[in-house]
């Protein structure tokens, strides 16, 4: 499956790309993410970690971030990228999960891989079965 001429295997090589610049001076566990716009451009995430520990980021709430910073409509997005080193595909935490199925449309490919070359695609949906969302706000809202 191609994205705008774009790989799960060639995003997953963006994603280590940001995988390096991962700032991780009390975990060291790097992780990376390459989010594919609507356009075709890739937007690039890690973690950023902090003294205080509760402030730090992960690489695929960073690569959302960014990209609505920048602009992007939520849930314009083709597809994510994320690569750790772990034994088995890495998948995203359950906050990221949380903001993933806010900011991408469900149907959204996911790509996970890590550095043996072990790739896993699931979409939004999968990841978040029964999410809580908009709709869930707007129908709890009561004058
Ligand atoms: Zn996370």
Partial sequence: MSWSGWTQEKLLEQAAEAMKRAYVPYSKFRVGAALLDADGRVHYGCNVENAAY????CAERTAL???IADGHAARSFQVMAVIGDTPQPIT????CRQVISELCS????VVMGNLQGDIRVTTVAELLPGAFGPSDVEY???D
Avoid at 106 to 109: A, R, S, Y
């Fill in 106 to 109: 469900p149907e959204m490919p």
């Fill in 140 to 142: 709890g809202k009561k």
């Fill in 92 to 95: 995203p935490c359950g906050v």
């Fill in 65 to 67: 971030f960014r990209a």
């Fill in 54 to 57: 509760s402030p730090s980021n």
